[in-house]
């Protein structure tokens, strides 16, 4: 088609209008434009000197930045998309609303430094050069101490890792047959070929990017091999990207206000400014009048505490890898790099900061991203997203070496009240929810903010706390002249103050909010009233218990007009339309189980199911609602499985199972000690009741996927296969190693003397009935001995010590309560592995045994797949899948014709594969059990399956093994 220009004016409502219809070939490249082109003749049409309005319609071919740039995909620059009305009649589409924005800056592309290309030697070497000062004696020489510090490192890194930006053909699928593929299209469609000539063309050159596209993905599964780190990013996007559609990396546009005064930002400086409003708010008017500081200043002392540099050195290395840089852009793994003399840089610059009370303006600007918060339906709410705060990695390692002095006077000196949770050793939410739960089990015995924390408050707490004088300065300096910008869409904002709040991203958070809500948790714990309290950070559960749900309610609203005293003074707002209330008991009809809590200007209705810690409670635990929220996200983390393996090809056997127990296991079992009630000692046998049983059927669906295993392989040969623990008896192990470790850390003790306080309490109101003291009776679904955790490891402690001489037995204590715990583990499972049914086809079947895995170190998915279908017997053969009544399969028969098609029939007796099999003969014999029960020869006899083509399902396989980019 030639290049147009056509006008047409025509009047709408007295109002005249101009429209251009505009077409211009495509340029010979990106950057280029044709010298004819119709585009420049459309500054002649806009100064025609008429006050018609303008509107141009057309193709112009134009890759222009503000349309986004060259090789941005259309999504970057749309801003919403919906139906914009039912289907009109005799019409078969609906209406749609597209909103782009093509005024839009574009994207910069980003950059990227090249950290693999640094070296550490001469990293640690170059880095001998930076000054180590002795002291610096004020806080000016502290702040240009930190300035040189930061632009030092970020001279080795620019030195040694080079910045590189993307080009248009940087993409890793990118290969030269898609280059050919593209280059025949684009030539066909500017020749004057047949349409059919250019649609072959067109599906020539899509095939070659898909198939690009898949041998490049089930490449980078096949590299997990050798790069862990590539298996957890896949496990990571299984999970959680996955199942669903790709994201625009664009924020849409964002309603603001309310009623009349609602509107809708679509600038990115308007939608900016609404993150800030939602992240960083002013806070609340605050009494401060019980601040005396003058009174505390007198209080504290100093303190010339200090950190060593082997100390600064281990918590430097404990540093996590992989996680995103502030403005600066140095990573931890640089840091770690650097060796001995910036660990004396480092320990130097910490301990001036405690000193003169200060933290450098330079470690206190922040990099603000919103990210989505997973689930949304409407991304159109500023409440939607949610901010971290990229911060100064150099700085952060500041914060964490204040944070753990922090912790260690707060533990030493028992600052924190025991109900708080979090960012405390020992004190997980696993250990939150045994007591919650132990608490409410007790009286069934007896019948019956971060982001608006103000700094005076927080100096006031730590001066009230009796915190040293130099930390309680430097929290003072930290909190003191923060900024921050927001970044999203490629783009960033001016810099801005905030006005309160502790940044969200510094390992110093934590602790500083347990600080903050520790007179809000004293106030929830008030002794001698009927009313417990639960904190993990700032996740306050509040339980009241009585004779009657009405008392109960009655004493809840008490503690919610204490808390909003408590709030007044440190400036929080509470948010009562997001309090939940749940009533628990299970003498449902002795109680009103619909009483509601009546709150000024809200009631809250009683709750069936309820989220607590991340354990979906009912009100008599039974455990329903947790078993359809686990069940309903296990279907996610299945499917998630599922995209990074299959039968012929994904993660390899060793890196998929890995996945399983690291990743998915560990949410199908969160939460154990609550819900699970485990066998006593010498129990082998599978469970028969509980969420166990019912969880068992997830397990079994991974492992068959991990496995690539048909459904009729029976779960003890999958479990034995894989060597995965069976479901069961890894909970049991799970519970038994929560105890254990709750009373090595007096946790244990913590939650008897909570369930004592109760009991008392209990029986001044005149309940006699005793009930058992120890935790085991009241944290597990039903009683258990006081000891029985130690009991569950004996018979491994018995069997050992049998075997064992005088010596051995006197280092037997030495031993580990895990180490313990695995061979109990592995001795109750072999015995219930003894005891099954040896399932129909399989060969030399082995009882569990770690050993087993060996038999797949280096290979590929497909050939472990092979591995486990020929030793199970369970195999794409006419006798499976006969017996499976597969209709295609009216006979077992082979086509051979001379007997049933099993894997035995195939290696030994059919004239079929007589010839292929001489592949596998060694030492002048096939020997069956070599090729079916070792290393040696799984891998010869996988690979011979695979290359003879026996089974059409490994056909893509073996393309992929072959394939050649």
Not at 544 to 554: H, I, K, P
């Amino acid at each position: 088609m030639r290049d147009t220009l056509n006008l047409l004016q025509y009047n709408v409502h007295n109002s005249a209008r101009v429209m251009v219809n505009v077409y211009a070939p495509p340029p010979g490249g990106y950057s280029s434009e044709p010298e004819e082109s119709p585009i420049g003749q459309l500054q002649e049409v806009a100064g025609m000197g008429t006050d018609a309005e303008l509107v141009i319609l057309g193709d112009l071919n134009v890759h222009h930045e503000r349309w986004g740039g060259a090789g941005s995909p259309a999504c970057h620059t749309c801003r919403g998309y919906h139906m914009a009305g039912q289907r009109q009649p005799r019409n078969d589409y609906r209406p749609r609303l597209s909103i782009t924005t093509p005024a839009r800056q574009a994207q910069e592309e980003a950059e990227r430094r090249n950290w693999k290309n640094a070296e550490p030697e001469e990293v640690a070497r170059d880095c001998q050069k930076l000054y180590v000062p002795q002291s610096l004696d004020s806080r000016q020489a502290v702040k240009e101490y930190a300035d040189y510090l930061v632009g030092f490192v970020g001279t080795l890194a620019d030195k040694h890792a080079t910045v590189s930006k993307a080009g248009l053909k940087s993409k890793t699928w990118w290969s030269p047959r898609v280059a050919k593929a593209v280059e025949e299209y684009k030539q066909a469609r500017r020749s004057q070929l047949p349409e059919m000539e250019r649609l072959r063309a067109r599906c020539r050159r899509n095939r070659e990017i898909h198939l690009a596209k898949t041998a490049n993905f089930r490449d980078l599964v096949d590299r997990t091999r050798g790069d862990p780190r590539l298996m957890w990013g896949l496990a990571k996007w299984g999970k959680e990207r996955s199942h669903l559609p790709p994201q625009a990396p664009t924020v849409p546009p964002l309603r603001t206000g309310e009623g009349a005064d609602a509107t809708v930002e679509t600038s990115f400086e308007g939608k900016a400014e609404a993150l800030r409003q939602r992240f960083f708010p002013q806070p609340e008017p605050a009494d401060l009048s019980d601040t005396n500081m003058e009174l505390l200043q007198a209080e504290r002392e100093a303190s010339n505490d200090t950190i060593s540099v082997e100390d600064m050195e281990s918590l430097i290395q404990r540093l996590p890898n992989r996680k995103a840089p502030g403005r600066s852009g140095i990573t931890n793994e640089f840091l770690k790099m650097l060796g001995r003399t910036f660990v004396e840089a480092i320990t130097a610059l910490t301990n001036a900061c405690w000193h003169w009370e200060t933290y450098p303006d330079t470690f206190k600007e922040a990099k603000t991203v919103a990210l989505r918060k997973p689930g949304k339906a409407d991304y159109q709410t500023a409440g939607a997203w949610r901010p971290i705060a990229l911060l100064d990695t150099i700085g952060k390692i500041v914060e964490a070496a204040t944070a753990k002095r922090l912790r260690k006077i707060a533990e030493d000196h028992n600052l924190l009240p025991s109900q708080q949770m979090g960012a405390r050793r020992g004190r997980s939410t696993e250990t939150a929810i045994a007591q919650l739960l132990a608490q409410i089990r007790t009286v069934w015995q007896h019948p019956g903010q971060v982001d608006k924390v103000l700094r005076e408050r927080m100096v006031h707490i730590l001066r009230r706390l009796g915190i040293p004088r130099d930390l309680v300065g430097w929290v003072a300096s930290f909190m003191t002249n923060r900024k921050s910008t927001i970044a999203f869409e490629g783009q960033e904002s001016d810099t801005f103050d905030i006005p309160a709040g502790i940044p969200q991203g510094s390992p110093l958070s934590p602790i500083l909010f347990l600080f903050y809500n520790e007179e809000l948790v004293r106030i929830c714990s008030r002794p001698g009233r009927p009313v417990v309290c639960i904190a993990f950070v700032d996740d306050v559960n509040v339980m009241a218990y009585g004779q009657s749900t009405e008392d109960n309610c009655r004493e809840l609203l008490r503690m919610h007009r204490a808390c909003e005293e408590w709030a007044a003074r440190h400036g929080a707002v509470f948010a009562p339309q997001k309090y939940e209330l749940m009533h628990f008991t299970r003498a449902r009809n002795q109680f009103n189980l619909q009483a509601e809590l009546r709150l000024p200007g809200q009631t809250i209705q009683p709750k069936q199911v309820m989220k607590v810690l991340g354990v979906w409670l009912d009100s008599r635990l039974r455990w329903k609602g947790h078993l359809d929220a686990v069940a309903g996200k296990m279907k996610t983390q299945v499917r998630a499985l599922s995209q990074t393996t299959q039968s012929t090809w994904g993660l390899p056997l060793q890196q998929a199972r890995m996945v399983y127990n690291m990743v998915i296991r560990p949410a199908l079992t969160y939460g154990a000690i609550a819900w699970h009630q485990p066998q006593g000692q010498g129990g082998t046998g599978p469970a028969k009741s509980g969420l166990a049983l019912k969880l068992t059927t997830v397990q079994n669906s991974c492992l068959r996927i991990v496995a690539g295993a048909y459904k009729r392989t029976p779960t003890s040969t999958l479990e034995a296969e894989t060597h995965t623990v069976p479901l069961d008896i890894h909970l049991d192990g799970l519970v038994a190693k929560a105890v254990n470790r709750m009373k090595a850390s007096g946790m244990a003790q913590q939650i008897e003397n909570a369930c004592a306080a109760i009991r008392t309490r209990l029986r001044h109101r005149g309940v006699t009935r005793g009930a058992q003291r120890h935790m085991g009776a009241v944290v597990h679904p039903a009683a258990l001995p006081v000891d029985w955790e130690q009991q569950w490891i004996q018979g491994a402690k018995e069997r050992a010590t049998a075997e064992m001489t005088p010596e051995q037995r006197a280092n037997l204590d030495q031993a580990s309560y895990n180490h313990w715990l695995k061979r109990e583990q592995l001795w109750r499972w072999v015995q219930r592995w003894k005891r099954r049914e040896p399932p129909w086809g399989e060969r030399h079947g082995r009882p569990p045994d770690k050993k087993i895995l060996k038999w797949h170190t280096g290979l590929r998915k497909a050939r472990s797949t092979i591995i486990i279908q020929l030793r199970s017997g369970k195999t794409g053969l006419a006798a499976f899948l006969n017996r499976c009544k597969v209709p295609e399969f009216p006979t077992p028969r082979c086509p051979c014709g001379y007997e049933w098609e099993t894997v035995e029939h195939v290696l030994i007796h059919c004239e079929r594969w007589e010839q292929q099999r001489q592949g596998l003969i060694r030492n002048g014999r096939l020997d069956k059990r070599m090729l079916l029960d070792t290393k040696e020869g799984l891998h010869l006899l996988s690979n011979w399956w695979m290359e003879s083509g026996i089974l059409g399902q490994f056909t893509l396989a073996r393309e992929l093994t072959h394939y050649v980019p």
